[in-house]
């Protein structure tokens, strides 16, 4: 196929898979279906707007969803040291379902659904715990106790109970056991359903900290040690019971921790510097804890331990940024995982003219405020990759570095758009592509050098050689 094939981007069919609307990086889409399949950890290395944050957006969308939520309880023996729950879907929807069996009144023994109010001691019928009086007998089923002895007199009832306390054998040993009235039925509690509930009891108090329903894709491009690793809110109240908030209510997540089962993407990973250290151990740990990282803050008492962290580390620095990259990490990634060198350019062949077509029409799709190019703007586009090629790799080809090519499309656009056109031409491109320039280059050809620039800025009308500026 061949671009003279289409008249507009419009024409162009977008692959639905992310890693397919990656061009020019074969051997990357290929690798980065591995990273998703096997959870492995990928290092990029490439110059700017070769498509490393494309592409591990792109690995993030191929991983299934979390299938974990998890928790940060309420710890009543040490407030400061919160515990940490991880639930599955299937745990949620068994905690929701109530564990309790509820019985029928006339299935109990009789003195437990007389104490319940279900049964009349005279007649031994059953009605509504609601009805003080038998509708069979009349007799007074049960009444309020007004006085130490009341209870005492014959023929005129006794308290009703909310609960029951009896025992009876299992095995050859003796378990209590607790009738509780629930409505019109009765529910029994073993001593294990008792345990159960003291154990919900206990979790009662407590917060989502990773939702099940997170996103796969987390960047932490630039992150503070606070944003990397999470934190401990300060509350000047302390855990003061009327007017503090509890510790497990401060806990706050790092980027490391909402990755978990997804990708963490770090762009330029040497800037992260000593924090490298932190993160190669959450890595080898899959767990790291939160604590408070302001030692003035009174969340600098609490401490998380065990805070899930499994994630992919998907990361991308420059070519002379290599060295510095802590070595033990780099060898970890090494270890579960790859290095991929990303192309800066292609071949100039009618197939990837197709690519670039392709990738200027996605472009125009995911901004939303430009309309599509023509065939004279594609043209002129195409060309503009074989120049950038030439002058930036000194290679035949077309230029991989697609923000560049991104941003002279989006400004021809907003050009197509202000002078009320539908489709972007050749005109504007070429309009985008003469103003759209780093402003070193356009410096350059306005004052002969980016030296002389700066004497003009500083109002200098000589350099040092008596030259003219300007």
Known sequence: MEVSDFSTTAEVKIPTDPLLQIIGQDSAVKIGRLVGQQRRNLLLVGPPGTGKSMLAQAIA?????????????HNPERPERPIIEV????????????????????VIPSFVSEKLGFRCRRCARLSSPDASSC??????????VRGPFEDLVMGQGVEREDRVHTTRVVDGREEL??????????????????????????????????????????????????????????????????????????????????????????????????????????????????????????????RVDAVPCDFILVAAVNFNDVASILPPLRSRILGNGYELLLNSHMPDTSENQCK???????????????????????????????????????????????????????????????????????????FAMKNSRPI???????????????????????????????
């Open 177 to 302: 056991i607790i009738f509780e009235r629930r409505g019109g039925k009765v529910a029994m509690l073993t001593q294990k359903d008792l345990a159960k509930m003291a154990e919900l009891a206990k979790k009662a108090q407590f917060k989502v900290l990773l939702s099940i329903n997170r996103s796969t894709f987390i960047q932490a491009t630039g992150a503070s040690e606070t944003e990397l690793l999470g934190d401990v809110r300060h509350d000047p109240y302390g855990s003061h019971p009327q007017i503090g908030s509890l510790p497990y209510t401060r806990v706050v997540p790092g980027a490391i921790h909402e990755a978990h089962e997804g990708v963490l993407f770090i762009d330029e990973l040497s800037s992260l510097g000593k924090m490298q250290r932190f993160l190669l151990t959450a890595m080898q740990e899959k767990k790291y804890p939160i604590s408070g990282r302001n030692q003035s803050s009174t969340g600098s008492a609490v």
């Open 440 to 470: 070193e280059e356009q410096a350059s050809d306005k004052y002969g050098s980016w030296y002389r620039a700066s004497l003009a800025d500083l109002g200098m009308k000589k350099d040092v050689s008596g030259t003219e500026v300007g």
């Open 61 to 73: 969308f191929t991983l299934p969803k979390p299938t974990t939520e998890v928790l940060v309880l």
């Open 356 to 430: 670039i077509l392709q990738f200027l029409a996605q472009e125009i799709v995911r901004d939303g405020r430009i309309p599509h190019a023509d065939s004279g703007a594609v043209d002129e586009l195409i060309s503009f990759a074989r120049k950038k090629a030439k002058e930036i790799d000194g290679k035949s080809g077309l230029t991989l570095r697609l923000r560049m090519l991104s941003g002279v499309l989006k400004m021809a656009g907003d050009v197509a758009v202000s002078n009320g056109k539908g489709m972007i031409t050749r005109e504007d491109v070429k």
């Open 135 to 144: 509708f069979a007998c009349g007799a007074d089923k049960y009444r309020k």
């Open 87 to 106: 639930r599955t879907a299937a745990t949620r929807k068994a905690q929701k379902q109530s564990p309790i069996e509820l019985f029928d009144p006339s």
